[in-house]
């Protein structure tokens, strides 16, 4: 119309290319607690001791035997061995926990905004995947795992072509995942059998 202020276009979102959203972190509060407690448990207690040494106290007993047996003890020693295994192995544990993501319960979604960050449960994935295969005819009752990589479909039909319906099925899991908006859509593998006879 002449004099009508025209409509601002809302810009253009450009299409987001799967694999570009990386998983979410996991927290981590009860390895951070106990680290945390442990480091400050140890370093308090030393440096009270160490205090008591300065006020021409006797250290701790626990520190002059630390000392002596570390002192005596030749590196081969199983107990020396032991610890040092338990140290490298909690080490390379926290490092781990220092270095990935962790949280593999929630799956990325596809970026529609850069400021924007989305994710689903897999749990919550495998049962929308789920109420969609139990719309497909002859399907009695379906199991779906959802992983990272591969959506795994067990289905069980009651009538029909055992082969028509794995082909429904897998039409209708291939839809369902798409229109999961996922940055990585997973694999379907889809297997249809017969209910056990009672």
């Given at each position: 119309?002449?004099?009508?202020?025209?409509?601002?276009?809302?810009?253009s979102?450009?299409?987001?290319?799967?694999?570009?959203?990386?998983?979410?972190?996991?927290?981590r509060?009860?390895?951070?607690?106990?680290?945390?407690?442990?480091?400050?448990?140890?370093?308090?207690?030393?440096?009270?001791?160490?205090?008591?040494?300065?006020?021409?106290?006797?250290?701790?007993?626990?520190?002059?035997?630390?000392?002596?047996?570390?002192?005596?003890r030749?590196?081969?020693?199983?107990?020396?061995?032991?610890?040092?295994?338990?140290?490298?192995?909690?080490?390379?544990?926290?490092?781990?926990?220092?270095?990935?993501?962790?949280?593999?319960?929630?799956?990325?979604?596809?970026p529609?905004?850069?400021?924007?960050?989305?994710?689903?449960?897999?749990?919550?994935?495998?049962?929308?995947?789920?109420?969609?295969?139990?719309?497909?005819?002859?399907?009695?009752?379906?199991?779906?795992?959802?992983?990272?990589?591969?959506?795994?479909?067990?289905?069980?039909?009651?009538?029909?072509?055992?082969?028509?319906?794995?082909?429904?099925?897998?039409?209708?899991?291939?839809?369902?995942?798409?229109?999961?908006?996922?940055?990585?859509?997973?694999?379907?593998?889809?297997?249809?059998?017969?209910?056990?006879?009672?």
């Amino acid at each position: 119309m002449p004099g009508s202020v025209p409509e601002p276009v809302p810009e253009s979102v450009p299409e987001s290319v799967p694999g570009t959203a990386r998983r979410f972190w996991a927290v981590r509060r009860v390895p951070a607690f106990l680290v945390a407690a442990v480091v400050l448990g140890a370093a308090g207690l030393l440096l009270y001791d160490v205090a008591a040494v300065r006020a021409h106290r006797p250290a701790m007993g626990w520190r002059r035997r630390l000392a002596h047996e570390l002192a005596t003890r030749p590196l081969g020693d199983g107990w020396v061995v032991g610890g040092a295994v338990i140290a490298v192995v909690v080490g390379a544990w926290l490092v781990l926990l220092a270095v990935t993501p962790g949280l593999r319960s929630v799956l990325p979604m596809r970026p529609d905004r850069a400021d924007l960050r989305a994710g689903i449960d897999r749990r919550a994935a495998a049962l929308v995947l789920r109420d969609r295969a139990m719309e497909v005819a002859g399907v009695q009752s379906v199991r779906v795992k959802v992983g990272r990589h591969r959506v795994k479909v067990r289905a069980q039909s009651h009538f029909r072509d055992l082969g028509d319906v794995r082909a429904d099925v897998e039409g209708v899991m291939a839809e369902g995942v798409r229109k999961l908006g996922l940055a990585r859509e997973p694999g379907v593998s889809v297997r249809v059998g017969r209910p056990a006879k009672k």
